[in-house]
């Protein structure tokens, strides 16, 4: 069967670093992508990864390692408006269409 | 300004009344999805197309229907809804080409099938 684990919820405080692992079992894999949506608003992409090793965007980096089916969204220097949920989807065909999410890990951010 | 446009936001029916969700981009872009997201889940994929008059079936395509006969467009029909189908649903477009790994979702449609 398809399915990603994700931690269902992560607290941390303002200006710290927290980690979102994301482990993986699907039909196919082409890359995983990490979202970021707010209290039910539409998702908003952060970061894609295809090949092992860490995607750096400002304070977002994502990790992969295709040998473990695993990968990890990192976030540095917490604020208070990256409380939110965070989803890790897989990518499972040459086509890009087809995709599946997990079922997210909300983190709460604490001053 | 980029979009994607889902109508109505809400939408409050009852068991059996047929109704369509729209969808509407204006990106240009190849890929059209559609999603359903309930408390505490992830985003499971209903159906998905690829360019015009080419679909298929995501995850959870039962009691949905889909047609993309515009590339701009990519409505999501329930022809019988029923109240497990109550949720809140997304549709996301993708570009080809190299960026074609992000997904752009519109604002969401809240269904209450009663």
């Known amino acids: 069967g398809q399915s990603l684990e994700q931690p269902s919820e992560v607290t941390a405080v303002e200006g710290a670093i927290v980690q979102i692992n994301c482990t993986y079992q699907?039909?196919?894999?082409?890359?995983l992508s990490w979202y970021q949506q707010h209290d039910g608003g539409a998702p908003t992409f952060l970061s894609y990864?295809?090949?092992?090793g860490l995607e750096e965007t400002g304070r977002f980096s994502s990790f992969l390692s295709r040998s473990d089916s695993y990968g990890y969204l990192l976030l540095q220097e917490l604020q208070m408006k990256d409380s939110a949920s965070y989803f890790c989807?897989?990518?499972?065909?040459?086509?890009?269409?087809?995709?599946?999410f997990g079922d997210g890990t909300t983190l709460t951010v604490k001053p | 300004e980029a979009q994607v446009t889902q109508n109505p936001r809400y939408l409050i029916t009852v068991t059996g009344k047929k109704l369509t969700v729209t969808c509407s981009q204006n990106m240009n872009h190849e890929y059209m999805s559609w999603y359903r997201q309930d408390p505490g889940l992830g985003l499971r994929q209903i159906y998905y197309s690829m360019n015009v008059e080419v679909t298929d079936k995501g995850d959870v395509p039962e009691g949905y229907k889909v047609s993309r006969k515009e590339k701009r467009n990519f409505p999501l029909i329930l022809e019988s809804p029923s109240p497990n189908q109550t949720s809140l649903y997304f549709c996301a477009t993708q570009p080809g080409g190299p960026r074609k790994n992000i997904q752009y979702f519109g604002a969401g449609t809240r269904l209450s099938v009663l």
């Open positions: 990864n295809a090949l092992d």
């Open positions: 989807a897989v990518r499972e065909n040459t086509n890009a269409g087809k995709s599946t």
């Open positions: 699907t039909s196919g894999f082409y890359g």
